[in-house]
């Protein structure tokens, strides 16, 4: 039988909701597959965290994951504590020193979803979004001075090494050769932003000489926006930096019908580190506690650790039963326009997986 260590990080808000239905899931499937079991460990990490110790996870947090497989994530933010310090003390602090400098964010219309769009009803949406997810805007390089006074002066800075792009253009480029289309999108702002983005641009050109049987094109940054909406049959795979992947994706989220169900991977290509799996979607304070939340993103978020993980039968047969749950109006939560609960919506996955064959 296999084995795979899973960190579990619930984290804050409506995280450890979905996560514990995510675990559920998890566990129904590997009984239903039989050729392997998780083994779960819980991190009470985030802002309770936060409020007993004055951080976010011990100073260690980082290295003691590198034992683990996988690192299965929830959402961290809570109303009272400021957004960059939970994010950096938790979700960042991870991703950062265990080289998780791709993720990857699958769109598509499940089943029974309607996308805002009307012109779209599945087919024509669907779309792997590779975020650069190690430097960039989000490189952390920066600083204030004067601070409160009339000459207060604040910087981010964007960092793009030709390492860290080319890394991620790579792996993008290998990404749209995977799937059939064999089609690459590359976003950048090189006519406003003339060093780093001009640098993408160039490197981009580099790599695709690499990648002779990919067809690829650039995009800025703004006019994507406008083609995801009005010609989305037009795209399959897109890279972007840190940024601009990350706006792009809460679009690509809405276009396929709620923030309640993408997914998203932050992976170590080259497995040297684990890999973490969460949903896009934060704690959503609006909803917490009502037993409310959408766990659909938590669930392919947890097919898309298993194939990670190698359990490519287990993934396969956990996006089936998500689907064949998807299509059921009566099973779509109230993000969907629907009424069922977290709780319900997880038997139905759990018993749909048990039922497959
Ligand atoms: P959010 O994603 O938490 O919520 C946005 C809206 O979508 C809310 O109306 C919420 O109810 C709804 N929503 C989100 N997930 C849902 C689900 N699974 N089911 C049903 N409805 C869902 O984003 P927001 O409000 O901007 O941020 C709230 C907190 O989360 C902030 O502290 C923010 O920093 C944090 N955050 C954390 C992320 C992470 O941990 N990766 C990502 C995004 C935000
Ligand atoms: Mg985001």
Redesign the pocket.
Same mark, same amino acid.
């Given at each position: 039988m296999r084995t795979h260590r899973i960190a579990a990080i619930g /984290?804050d /808000? $409506?995280g450890p909701e !979905?996560i514990a239905a995510g675990l559920q899931a998890l566990d129904a499937c590997a009984e239903r597959d039989g050729g392997f079991r998780l083994d779960i460990e819980a991190f009470d990490w985030g802002s309770d965290y936060y409020r007993r110790h004055g951080v976010m996870m011990p100073s260690d947090g980082a290295d003691r994951l590198r034992a683990f497989d996988a690192i299965y994530f929830g959402? !961290?933010?809570?109303p009272d504590i400021p @957004?960059h310090l =939970? +994010?950096w003390g938790l979700?960042l602090a991870i991703c950062q020193p265990l080289d998780q400098y791709a993720n990857v964010r699958p769109t598509r219309i499940l089943p029974g979803i309607t996308s805002p769009l009307r012109h779209v009803s599945g087919p024509e949406l669907d779309w792997v979004i590779v975020r650069e997810n190690s430097e960039g805007e989000y490189s952390g390089v920066g600083g204030r001075v004067h601070k409160g006074l009339p000459e207060e002066v604040a910087t981010d800075v964007a960092m793009f090494t030709r390492a860290g792009v080319t890394r991620i253009l790579r792996y993008a480029f290998e990404i749209a050769r995977s799937r059939p289309r064999k089609l690459l999108t590359v976003v950048t702002k090189s006519n406003a932003q003339r060093h780093g983005m001009v640098m993408w641009d160039e490197i981009a050109a580099e790599v695709a000489r690499e990648f002779p049987d990919v067809a690829w094109d650039k995009m800025l940054v703004d006019a994507m926006t406008m083609r995801m909406t009005l010609k989305p049959e037009t795209l399959d795979t897109i890279v972007a930096t840190n940024l601009h992947a990350d706006i792009l994706s809460d679009l690509a989220a809405a276009l396929a019908g #709620? +923030? /309640?169900i993408a997914p998203t991977a932050n992976l170590n290509p080259e497995r040297k580190t684990p890999s973490m799996f969460?949903? $896009?979607?934060? #704690?959503?304070? @609006? $909803?917490t506690g009502k037993g409310i939340?959408?766990p659909v993103?938590t669930f392919w978020t947890g097919a898309m650790m298993l194939e990670h993980l190698g359990e490519r039968a287990a993934a396969a047969r956990l996006m089936r039963a998500v689907e064949r749950v998807t299509a059921d109006p009566a099973l779509h =939560?109230p @993000?969907l326009g629907g009424t069922a609960t977290t709780a319900q919506v997880t038997q139905a996955v759990c018993e749909a997986l048990r039922g497959d064959n």
């Amino acid at each position: 039988m296999r084995t795979h260590r899973i960190a579990a990080i619930g /984290g804050d /808000g $409506i995280g450890p909701e !979905v996560i514990a239905a995510g675990l559920q899931a998890l566990d129904a499937c590997a009984e239903r597959d039989g050729g392997f079991r998780l083994d779960i460990e819980a991190f009470d990490w985030g802002s309770d965290y936060y409020r007993r110790h004055g951080v976010m996870m011990p100073s260690d947090g980082a290295d003691r994951l590198r034992a683990f497989d996988a690192i299965y994530f929830g959402a !961290v933010g809570a109303p009272d504590i400021p @957004d960059h310090l =939970t +994010l950096w003390g938790l979700r960042l602090a991870i991703c950062q020193p265990l080289d998780q400098y791709a993720n990857v964010r699958p769109t598509r219309i499940l089943p029974g979803i309607t996308s805002p769009l009307r012109h779209v009803s599945g087919p024509e949406l669907d779309w792997v979004i590779v975020r650069e997810n190690s430097e960039g805007e989000y490189s952390g390089v920066g600083g204030r001075v004067h601070k409160g006074l009339p000459e207060e002066v604040a910087t981010d800075v964007a960092m793009f090494t030709r390492a860290g792009v080319t890394r991620i253009l790579r792996y993008a480029f290998e990404i749209a050769r995977s799937r059939p289309r064999k089609l690459l999108t590359v976003v950048t702002k090189s006519n406003a932003q003339r060093h780093g983005m001009v640098m993408w641009d160039e490197i981009a050109a580099e790599v695709a000489r690499e990648f002779p049987d990919v067809a690829w094109d650039k995009m800025l940054v703004d006019a994507m926006t406008m083609r995801m909406t009005l010609k989305p049959e037009t795209l399959d795979t897109i890279v972007a930096t840190n940024l601009h992947a990350d706006i792009l994706s809460d679009l690509a989220a809405a276009l396929a019908g #709620s +923030l /309640g169900i993408a997914p998203t991977a932050n992976l170590n290509p080259e497995r040297k580190t684990p890999s973490m799996f969460e949903p $896009i979607h934060g #704690s959503a304070f @609006d $909803i917490t506690g009502k037993g409310i939340a959408n766990p659909v993103a938590t669930f392919w978020t947890g097919a898309m650790m298993l194939e990670h993980l190698g359990e490519r039968a287990a993934a396969a047969r956990l996006m089936r039963a998500v689907e064949r749950v998807t299509a059921d109006p009566a099973l779509h =939560t109230p @993000d969907l326009g629907g009424t069922a609960t977290t709780a319900q919506v997880t038997q139905a996955v759990c018993e749909a997986l048990r039922g497959d064959n």
